[in-house]
T-cell receptor, first 112, second 113 residues
Framework: DAMVIQNPRYQVTQFGKPVTLSCSQTLNHNVMYWYQQKSSQAPKLLFHYYDKDFNNEADTPDNFQSRRPNTSFCFLDIRSPGLGDAAMYLC???????????FGPGTRLTVL | DQQVKQNSPSLSVQEGRISILNCDYTNSMFDYFLWYKKYPAEGPTFLISISSIKDKNEDGRFTVFLNKSAKHLSLHIVPSQPGDSAVYFCAASDGGSQGNLIFGKGTKLSVKP
């Protein structure tokens, strides 16, 4: 089945220790998104890739970076995680021109 | 400031009855609206959507109503089933080429047997 896969599902890191979250997709969609969702909050878009074009949301902290080495994979790098970065991180994909997004199961990040 | 608001954090309904989940928005440029359903430990899954040129869209037990003048939409589930228990997110798009979505905070629906 075509799907969006996120690894790991749970990630524990220490304050200030860099961490990378992974997303892959078999849908061959050209748009990939990263969202941050804190408890009882709305998913908040951090950035997205339209093919290789990176689009950063204006209020996304510099601490968050992303890489998309090919169509299938996209990574979220948190350079120096703070306690406030503990959240669920959701990856989503869509086909260009279509609004419907397909989500992965998310990675729950804990910062100690 | 929230552009998409789901003012009810939770809703409890008896099995077989109607569930009505509400969503309000402030941006008149939004022209496409979606509902997503999320079970614990899973990502949101698409449920149903509606374009601003329509006022109703139906898919089986799920119907979405859009009132553009009130900037309000609602999701009706009839009849409600225990498996419908989940968090429901309302999302809106302004139709830009990037397809970005603005989400509400979600409403947790509990359907009791």
């Amino acid at each position: 089945d075509a799907m969006v896969i996120q690894n790991p599902r749970y990630q524990v890191t220490q304050f200030g220790k860099p961490v990378t979250l992974s997303c892959s997709q078999t849908l061959n969609h050209n748009v990939m998104y990263w969202y941050q969702q804190k408890s009882s909050q709305a998913p908040k878009l951090l950035f997205h890739y339209y093919d290789k074009d990176f689009n950063n949301e204006a209020d996304t902290p510099d601490n968050f970076q992303s890489r998309r080495p090919n169509t299938s994979f996209c990574f979220l790098d948190i350079r120096s995680p703070g306690l406030g970065d503990a959240a669920m991180y959701l990856c989503a994909t869509s086909r260009a021109g279509l609004t419907k997004q397909f989500f992965g199961p998310g990675t729950r990040l804990t910062v100690l | 400031d929230q552009q998409v608001k789901q003012n009810s954090p939770s809703l409890s309904v008896q099995e077989g009855r109607i569930s009505i989940l509400n969503c309000d928005y402030t941006n008149s440029m939004f022209d496409y609206f979606l509902w997503y359903k999320k079970y614990p430990a899973e990502g949101p899954t698409f449920l149903i959507s509606i374009s601003s040129i329509k006022d109703k869209n139906e898919d089986g037990r799920f119907t979405v109503f859009l009132n553009k003048s009130a900037k309000h939409l609602s999701l009706h589930i009839v009849p409600s089933q225990p498996g419908d228990s989940a968090v429901y997110f309302c999302a809106a798009s302004d139709g830009g080429s990037q397809g970005n979505l603005i989400f509400g905070k979600g409403t947790k629906l509990s359907v009791k047997p």
